[in-house]
Nanobody, 126 residues
Framework: QVQLVESGGGLVQAGGSLRLSCAASGRTDSSGGMGWFRQAAGKGREFVAVINSSGGRTYYADSVKGRFTISRDNAKSTLYLQMNSLKPEDTAVYYC???????????????????WGQGTQVTVSA
């Protein structure tokens, strides 16, 4: 089992930046591809950015491309999401997710992920 804990959310003005972190514990050797997803109030969960197990390949939703950067430090068992030029429409609960280690590649479907964090709120004011 892998446990995921997000941190770094908060309230920021439009145009500002935040850096989310996701610390993995437990059997982190069981963690494969990872990703960030978000869910705004009254909407479904959507993928934001995903990364493969080595960190060498990434993929972004069109809505965040060029503004957000996903990265991971496997030595620290931590996933990051650097968010720049934030917009009010980025307001959501952000979730960290991990696939089982046999799936080293990333995936954009939420059902491909076995482990989830509890989420961290990001609020962007206009």
């Amino acid at each position: 089992q892998v446990q995921l804990v997000e941190s770094g959310g908060g309230l920021v003005q439009a145009g500002g930046s935040l850096r989310l972190s996701c610390a993995a514990s437990g059997r982190t050797d069981s963690s494969g591809g990872m990703g960030w997803f978000r869910q705004a109030a009254g909407k479904g969960r959507e993928f934001v950015a995903v990364i493969n197990s080595s960190g060498g390949r990434t993929y972004y939703a069109d809505s965040v491309k060029g503004r957000f950067t996903i990265s991971r430090d496997n030595a620290k068992s931590t996933l990051y999401l650097q968010m720049n030029s934030l917009k009010p429409e980025d307001t959501a609960v952000y979730y960290c997710a991990a696939r089982r280690s046999i799936y080293g590649s990333y995936a954009i479907g939420a059902d491909e992920y076995s482990y989830w964090g509890q989420g961290t709120q990001v609020t962007v004011s206009a």
